[in-house]
């Protein structure tokens, strides 16, 4: 291998600069496109670690994993479909998975956007997460004050809320200030026990404005309707660590097939 001699150097320069100057518009042009291919590049680097890679509050992406709304039906001729999963459906699935380190029941947020506010006058449109305790076991959020729901006030279905810094400024004034305070979600009031950094959207699966408990009878709705098969119930995985997603999916399909089979 030659390497090059500063002779040799400072001839490939000489041949650049003329080139530069017998033609200025093509080199201009050539180094605004190497340019903007080196930005875009970059830019699309960025976007994709910022929605792969492990990092706060979505701090165990590599090993989460999401459930769908379920979908159940008749065996005997596949009539009374409907979509959507009970939590009692959910567990016999999902509850005893020996590959998982945490299991989280939620009811997807999409579900859950309300008008959120002081009072019926003074209420805005916001993202409302309904999320057990173990959500914020695998989702790490920046606590600025307060705590997150607690297994006591799941139990209980306590009427309480963690919400973001941006949303207690803009309700309250501050942080401090918005600490057990009342807010109006939909036409309950909640308490605040919790303030969060806010997270961008980016981060679409932990993104919120409000976490509140999840409505047990939400997650299991429609019963007397469906054997106790419907809900708005979803799952959210963390496996354990070096359990690969194969190994977890085979699990889940096994529980899926004893159930269907019971």
Request: proline share 3%; aromatic share 12%; charged share 25%.
């Amino acid at each position: 291998m030659e390497i090059a001699s500063p002779d040799m150097i400072k001839q490939y320069f000489k041949q650049i600069i003329q080139l530069w100057k017998s033609n200025p518009l093509f080199s201009l042009i050539s180094v605004l496109a190497t340019a903007f291919t080196i930005a875009f590049v970059m830019t699309l680097y960025m976007v994709y670690a910022f929605r792969t890679a492990d990092m706060a509050p979505e701090i165990n992406r590599s090993r989460t994993f999401y459930s769908g709304d379920g979908y159940s039906y008749l065996t005997k001729d596949r009539s009374n479909a409907n979509r959507g999963m009970s939590k009692s459906v959910a567990e016999k699935i999902f509850g005893n998975l020996k590959n998982a380190e945490t299991v989280s029941y939620i009811v997807n947020k999409g579900e859950g956007v309300g008008f959120v506010g002081t009072s019926p006058a003074n209420r805005e449109k916001r993202i409302v997460s309904p999320v057990d305790p173990d959500y914020f076991r695998i989702f790490r959020f920046d606590f600025l004050a307060g705590n997150p729901l607690t297994d006591e006030q799941f139990d209980a279905q306590s009427k309480v809320a963690v919400i973001t810094d941006k949303l207690a400024l803009g309700l309250f004034g501050g942080v401090d200030e918005a600490m057990g305070k009342t807010i109006t979600i939909g036409f309950n009031d909640h308490r605040v026990v919790g303030v969060v950094k806010s997270v961008s959207s980016l981060f679409n699966k932990a993104y919120s404005d409000v976490w509140i408990v999840a409505d047990k009878l939400s997650m299991d709705w429609g019963q007397e309707y469906s054997e106790g098969l419907r809900g708005m119930c979803r799952v959210v995985v963390l496996a354990k660590k070096g359990v690969s997603p194969g190994k977890l999916r085979a699990e889940i399909e096994e529980n899926i097939k004893k159930l269907n089979d019971g």
